[in-house]
């Protein structure tokens, strides 16, 4: 099937309606010629450079950012657990917003939410730094969620493709977030609101690129604009493999953002010095972009995605298990180890929305679901670990508490990759 005569698929639940034969060419004619596809491909990779960017730089800081307002360890891993609960919180609301407002403008309004969220962070106060991070985790949430239906719709012969260029840029983003934190709080006078507050122009740049697509948009409604189809989709929360994706999705949430938040003071506190762990959990970082664009290609080459499933678990188990065992001697083996199996993980987990999806409108419903339900269950990953970490003293307890989320991923995520539509 060429893009020609391919369903241009526009999913209800996330503002993008669907049209098919002739009225499907014309809208989708009409759109591309309002905005060249490279510019459309410009204005996803800058979307994408931003969903981890703004997590992924609190971390190397987040001892200081603590120390600077006198937070326990459970406290201070609010400051990256909040974040996570309202990617969750976020993506519940995000096709209601998409229907009402269309998913371009409502992608903009997330990176211009993002920006503002980034220097509210930045003020100084515990109720701002709390409140920056809920603008931050619903803005990046609503980026999560619509990603994967505008992918499906102006890239429907590309998805699994495209979908690796997204988490490669996605991934990169935080890689460079990562490794720049230090050394941008060294350059700017030695503060950690200014490290942070250097993100928000890269949103704010993201946003500026998004702005033709909303034009494109609003043009589609037109008067020489085919008044689209709604599509119904499917109800996948009555599914058992939607929620088999979901689990999987939510695991491998929880396993990263717990090496998001505590990574670098799990190296500090075995004697690394805060610059070294800040280089290695940047070097994690990097090596989540080969995991991130290569297992999306080969999953959409497999019938079942079973080996891959298998392959990054163990991966991130192994690392996981490095860090029990030797975290500073072995660190940067460990963190490469869990870099790519990380990487590969949340591209497979974003991979299997579209391939367990029969169409564009499943896809974004499964997409709500999957990351409405999993970021919740991966937000009380940082929090627990951090809590667990103050009552025991040390790293090992929270640290075989999540080598068992890996296992349970396993099995669960054998049985999302089955070949088979929700």
């Given at each position: ?24 060419v014309g809208v989708r004619r009409a759109r591309l010629g309002l905005a060249h596809p490279a510019l459309l491909l410009v204005g996803i990779v800058l979307a994408s450079l931003n969903m981890r960017a703004a997590l992924a730089s609190v971390s190397p800081l987040v001892g200081e950012i603590g120390a600077s307002f006198g937070l326990s360890s459970t406290a201070t ?41 980034i220097l509210l962070r930045v003020v100084p106060s515990v109720t701002a730094l709390y409140g920056g991070g809920v603008l931050v985790g619903t803005a990046i949430a609503l980026l999560n969620v619509l990603m994967p239906g505008l992918i499906k719709r102006d890239f429907p012969d ?265």
């Open positions: 099937m060429t893009a020609e005569t391919e369903t241009v698929a526009q999913p209800e639940a996330t503002g993008i309606r669907t049209a098919a034969g002739p009225a499907a891993s609010l400051v990256t657990s909040v974040p996570v609960l309202f990617l969750g919180l976020g993506a519940a609301v995000a096709p209601w917003l998409a229907r009402r407002l269309g998913a371009e403008t409502v992608l903009l309004g997330a990176l211009l939410l993002l920006a503002a969220g590309r998805a699994a493709s495209m979908t690796s260029v997204y988490t490669g840029a996605m991934i990169g983003g935080a890689t460079v977030a990562a490794a720049a934190s230090v050394p941008l709080e060294q350059s700017l006078g030695g503060g950690w609101e200014a490290s942070l507050a250097v993100w928000s122009l890269l949103a704010a740049l993201a946003a500026v690129a998004w702005l033709p697509q909303v034009l494109v948009a609003r043009g589609r409604t037109g008067r020489n604009t085919p008044a689209p189809v709604v599509a119904a989709g499917r109800d996948v929360w009555r599914s058992a493999l939607a929620w088999q994706v979901t689990g999987f999705m939510g695991l491998q949430s929880l396993w990263t953002y717990v090496l998001v938040a505590w990574m670098p003071t799990i190296f500090t506190d075995g004697g690394m010095a805060r610059s070294e762990a800040g280089a290695v959990f940047a070097f994690n970082n990097l090596l989540q972009v080969a995991g991130a664009f290569g297992v999306p290609l080969l999953a959409g080459r497999m019938r079942s995605q079973r080996p891959l499933v298998a392959l990054v678990t163990v991966m991130v188990g192994i690392g996981y298990a490095g860090l029990l065992v030797a975290p500073v001697q072995g660190a940067w083996l460990w963190a490469a180890v869990l870099g790519v199996g990380q990487g590969g993980a949340v591209g497979l987990a974003l991979t299997l929305i579209v391939l367990r999806s029969g169409d564009a409108a499943t896809a974004s419903r499964l997409s709500g679901m999957a990351q409405t339900v999993g970021y919740l269950l991966a937000a009380g990953g940082p929090l627990a670990a951090g809590a667990v970490h103050q009552a025991t003293g040390s790293w090992t307890v929270p640290i075989l508490l999540v080598l068992g989320a890996c296992a349970v991923a396993l099995v669960v995520g054998l049985l999302a990759a089955r070949d088979r539509k929700v």
